[in-house]
């Protein structure tokens, strides 16, 4: 997933249930929110507001996850969410109470396919 993000054309941010310390992937802190930065973790989404209240806006966002807590999170903060299965071993079936099903990628390359064409 990190392809995804990093090579999508927009307004960016990385918000993590992990603690900073913990994150290995390239982003600036600027654009980096993690579990040290809320009193609440996921589904709690804390997180998610934070992002959006520092670096990006409510309008023309969207969250994407690999697990449903995640989703849960996106959920809880009235963000629109897709979900790319590649490097989980949950099934679209998983998520299917939660997002639409054209909103859940088998691959990284279709969901930056379904993201170019909303931003």
């Not at 600036?28 to 809320?38: I, P, R, S």
């Not at 071993?89 to 109470?97: E, I, Q, R, S, T």
Request: hydrophobic residues 40%.
């Amino acid at each position: 997933m990190n392809g995804l993000v990093t090579n999508l054309r927009c307004h960016k941010a990385l918000v993590s249930g992990c603690s900073k310390k913990d994150q290995a992937i390239g982003f600036g802190n600027e654009q980096l929110f993690t579990a040290d930065e809320v009193k609440n973790g996921k589904p709690d989404p804390s997180s998610l507001l934070t992002a959006l209240e520092k670096k990006l806006k409510t309008t023309g966002s969207i969250v994407v996850k690999n697990v449903p807590l995640g989703v849960e999170d996106a959920i809880r903060a009235g963000i629109p969410c897709i979900v790319v299965l590649n490097n989980t071993p949950l099934h679209a079936v998983d998520f299917k109470p939660l997002v639409l099903e054209e909103r859940i990628h088998k691959r990284t390359e279709l969901a930056f396919n379904f993201l170019e064409e909303l931003v």
